[in-house]
């Protein structure tokens, strides 16, 4: 799993917002990665010394940010060859290298000068920022670092979420032109006063965004790296394959477990759809699994990994920062959902075996004690990290004792043995890894910024909730469609932290607290991926099993159909909350049983058994149940009986006998 192969390479590149894009060679590409290396052994540094927020930030995307324009192309070579009507150059099949332009050389050494410059006298920096009194020097280097960010998030994540900053990045400068009488105008603010706010502390570019990326995700994504590179990829789609052989639901269930287990290594929805489809879709295959099931099948698992314990995605990291709590609490909030996010699929799972008349496979893999006996030690590094966190470590430092351990681990396996060549390349690919991450959080301090200064969070949280006529559940409804448009643009880092400084607020004013929320919108920012017309993770399924892309994507929604309605059930009712693991223990239990039987209906409703009658009514039973409320719980029973009731009837006159 260290290595992919040129097509899975090719559809993550064309299906993942956050891409690879350049193939660099010979001693560029070790220079490269001696520099990634080094970037990623600071950071574990600094988790035992740290240094200053807004120093560490600096310094952090100093370099970074060079890196991605070494790493990543222009992509407007296209652009001009048709405006120059150029015809496109004939390239050789297989991987091509490519050295960056003297553009990419420039960009990349003023990105340093910008970064380093504040870096020489940081005390002098800060002061100047607060007191408004910044130099022209100040403001050019302010307005360099601006447009290298929004060229650096082009580059990666393409033009969407850079148009956005940039609307931004006007109203903050325009914004006094605006009618008087408009919720959204303001005093206006000069370049200045724009500059200050983004380049000189930690409510711009250097913000919680920033220090996400630098401290959590750069540290996890090594851990990420160290994993894959000592074997425990192999291991978990191994382990997976071995413990589903008998029954007919076996391949679809051995691939969702797959997923979960893989995600903790990549986490990528995309990558984790990808790398586990070249494997598993020629199991599913031959199990008897229709193309378009069989994709959303992938899709389905690919993107639970980022939302399951114990890594989850990026912008679960943020919201610790914004909560102001530890990384093991969010994870608690995300264990009861992923639970029935898993439950879900592996009902629909079961119920399509039956639909489609699918079969056990015989997998050649060994034996599940075979396999845990030699290589289950690949979960201690896991189960250490929440152990550690329970124990009052910090994240950071739990993360990377996690990642000493892996390391030290992969001696007992000679064939993944981490020696010096090894650690270095891991330690590139986890600093390489978070490269696109870093500038969308750096860039998104454009964002959060212009939020700041011109109040406008608060304007449309009271525009949002204007529209929604003070209601709760339209107001709901209308920002769960905002984050999941949103992310058809943007990727899902950059989604979260635009919804939860927009969004947030609306939720937050109709008395909603701020950890459900954040988890709201959350959830919905990842599923955006396997969200039509869009749905990354689902077309790349379709990619790989040539199959119906849209029906492909539909397939998907099904099986991710839970993930959709419990957020509405931790936001609608006081005793939602119990679904992030808050309140008394019996409640807590009483409410994710209540859930659990809300999925199952939820399977019945989607599933292609039952007839349209029992479908319908298990439909109505879900919803009721997922009110979580002793009446509709009773009433959503009552409806669920009801269609028992029915397709026992239906059953009887089909078959007397």
């Given at each position: ?98 050295w960056p332009s003297a553009a990419d050389w420039l960009l990349a050494a003023a990105s340093l000068a910008v970064l380093l410059y504040p870096l020489l006298d940081i005390d002098a920096f800060r002061d100047r920022g607060s007191g408004a ?511 028992a009731a029915v397709h026992l009837i239906r059953s009887r006159r089909r078959d007397p006998s």
């Open positions: 799993m260290t290595e992919l192969s040129d097509r899975e390479s090719e559809l993550i590149s064309a299906h993942e917002q956050e891409r690879p894009a350049r193939e660099l060679g010979g001693p560029l590409k070790l220079g490269v990665w001696i520099v990634a290396g080094l970037l990623s052994a600071y950071s574990l540094v600094v988790v035992f010394r740290p240094v200053e927020a807004i120093e560490h930030r600096m310094t952090f995307l100093a370099v970074a940010l060079p890196l991605v324009f070494l790493c990543y192309r222009s992509g407007l070579a296209p652009y001009a060859r048709r405006l120059l009507r150029r015809p496109a150059p004939v390239v050789a099949e297989g991987p091509r290298v490519e009194a910044l130099t022209d020097v100040d403001i050019v280097a302010g307005l360099v670092l601006t447009v290298l960010l929004l060229e650096a998030v082009r580059r990666t994540v393409g033009w969407s979420f850079a148009v956005i900053c940039i609307i931004f990045l006007i109203y903050t400068y325009y914004g006094a032109y605006l009618p008087i009488d408009w919720t959204i105008g303001h005093i206006g603010f000069d370049l200045g006063q724009i500059i200050s706010q983004l380049y000189t502390g930690t409510e711009g570019f250097f913000g919680v965004p920033m220090q996400v990326a630098a401290s959590y995700i750069i540290l996890f994504t090594i851990y990420g790296a160290v994993l894959d590179y000592s074997g425990a990829s192999k291991f978990f789609i191994d382990l997976s394959f071995a413990a589903f052989r008998k029954s007919r639901a076996a391949p679809g269930r051995t691939v969702t477990t797959a997923g979960f287990l893989l995600g903790t290594v990549s986490g990528s929805g995309v990558a984790t759809t990808v790398s586990l489809g070249s494997v598993a879709w020629p199991v599913l295959r031959r199990a008897g699994y229709p193309k378009e099931p069989a994709g959303g099948i992938l899709a389905a698992g690919g993107i639970g990994a980022i939302l399951s314990p114990p890594t989850l995605g990026a912008a679960a990291f943020i919201i610790a920062e914004y909560l102001g709590i530890g990384y093991l609490q969010v994870l608690l909030y995300a264990t009861i959902p992923t639970l029935l996010y898993y439950l879900g699929i592996f009902l629909a799972i079961e119920i399509d075996s039956r639909r489609f008349g699918t079969h056990a496979v015989q997998v050649d893999a060994p034996g599940v004690g075979r396999l845990l006996l030699r290589f289950g030690y690949h979960f201690s590094s896991l189960i250490l990290i929440v152990v550690l966190m329970a124990l009052d470590r910090s994240a950071f430092q739990s993360v990377v004792i996690a990642t000493v351990v892996a390391f030290l681990l992969s001696f007992l396996d000679p064939q993944h043995r981490m020696g010096p060549k090894r650690i270095g390349q891991a330690l590139a690919k986890g600093a390489l890894g978070v490269l696109p991450v870093t500038a969308v959080c750096a860039a998104a301090g454009i964002i959060v910024g212009a939020i700041t200064l011109t109040g406008l969070g608060q304007n449309l949280a009271d525009i949002i909730v204007d529209l929604g006529a003070g209601n709760l559940i339209i107001t709901t409804v209308m920002a769960a469609i905002a984050v999941l448009l949103l992310g058809l643009a943007v990727p899902v880092t950059a989604s979260f932290i635009i919804a939860a400084v927009i969004i947030g607020p609306a939720l937050f004013d109709l008395g909603v607290s701020q950890s459900e929320a954040y988890m709201f919108v959350f959830y919905y920012a990842v599923l955006s991926e396997v969200s039509p017309p869009t749905a990354l993770s689902a077309v790349a399924a379709a990619a790989i099993t040539g199959g119906n892309t849209y029906r492909t994507m539909m397939m998907t929604w099904r099986y991710t159909l839970p993930a959709f309605l419990v957020p509405f059930a931790f936001v609608l009712t006081p005793n939602g909350q119990a679904l992030l693991g808050q309140g008394p223990f019996g409640t807590v239990v009483l409410m994710t049983a209540v859930s659990a039987v809300a999925v199952a209906a939820l399977a019945v409703a989607t599933g292609g058994l039952a007839a349209w009658p029992e479908r319908l009514l298990s439909a109505v039973a879900a919803v009721l149940l997922l009110f979580l409320e002793p009446v509709p719980i009773v009433a959503g029973l009552a409806v669920l009986a009801v269609a």
